[in-house]
């Protein structure tokens, strides 16, 4: 009897221990749960609110500062959900520094990653938009992330570039300037009129709007090859119209050659045959 006593006063004295744990964390686990609630709420809100300003005024800094102050403030806010809950605070802040020591130590490469994105911003070598050529891809900017740069190749491809990797090596910013120059190279028998050669070109040119007429494109002779007189030509046009100038040209240039009789060299070999008597 008194051992079964003695077990309904220890059933009962844990019940109590139990009722008074709940009476005493219950409201802090509740309030806690709703703080963290609301709180990934507002934040989300924010930083949606945020992404839609800067978006329109600055697409590059956007995903890149958006994406940072949204872990910062979810950071911030599992801090003070822990101290609601009763957990030190101090102790918190340790384990978590401990713990991102840890994981910077196992993450070098995000965190280069982290810091070229972060140069990327400083700098501005490219923003969304640009047509860069790095890492072996060329295609438009479409994306700057924390850790990296999307890039959209021509061709339909979407590129994921680490930031570290574009902070530390050679990029080309096709598209920085409004206008670029459009490197062409035609050739021509070493029998015909370089001067009339030169006048059809210059006269292709003229009638294409797309060319600028400052700086005038220079048309000279740039060598003289194994098979063909090579004639340089070197027209100015807005950075967009770059390569249908490229080849709308290279067309118009065979058609009007063959048009005035004008030879564009290929190489060939001649076989002579010898018949020993």
């Not at 490219?126 to 860069?132: A, R």
């Not at 900017?141 to 924390?146: D, N």
Request: with cysteine; charged share 20%; hydrophobic share 45%.
């Amino acid at each position: 009897m008194e051992d079964l006593l003695g077990a309904d006063g220890r059933a009962s004295e844990l019940i109590n221990q139990a009722m008074t744990l709940i009476m005493t964390y219950a409201p802090k686990v509740v309030l806690a749960i709703i703080t963290l609630v609301i709180g990934l709420w507002l934040i989300n809100r924010f930083v949606g609110v945020l992404d839609n300003k800067l978006g329109k005024k600055d697409p590059t800094l956007n995903k890149f500062l958006c994406g940072l102050i949204g872990a910062i403030l979810k950071i911030l806010l599992f801090i003070s959900v822990a101290s609601m809950v009763g957990i030190a605070t101090t102790s918190f802040i340790a384990i978590i520094g401990a713990a991102g020591l840890a994981v910077g130590l196992a993450l070098q490469g995000s965190l280069g990653n982290f810091a070229g994105g972060v140069l990327i911003l400083i700098f501005k070598p490219f923003k969304v938009g640009d047509t860069i050529d790095a890492q072996g891809y060329l295609g438009a900017v479409r994306e700057i992330s924390i850790l990296y740069t999307i890039v959209d190749t021509f061709d339909n491809r979407r590129i994921v570039i680490p930031n570290g990797s574009l902070s530390n090596a050679t990029l080309v910013n096709v598209s920085y300037y409004d206008t670029r120059r459009c490197d062409m190279t035609f050739g021509i028998a070493y029998g015909d009129d370089i001067d009339k050669a030169r006048a059809v070109i210059k006269q292709l040119l003229d009638e294409d709007k797309r060319v600028l007429p400052e700086p005038e494109p220079r048309i000279s002779v740039g060598s003289l090859g194994d098979n063909s007189v090579n004639i340089i030509v070197r027209p100015w046009t807005r950075t967009d119209d770059l390569w249908p100038v490229y080849w709308d040209m290279h067309e118009r240039v065979k058609k009007a050659f063959d048009k005035e009789g004008l030879t564009i060299p290929f190489p060939q070999r001649d076989v002579h045959l010898y018949k020993n008597e």
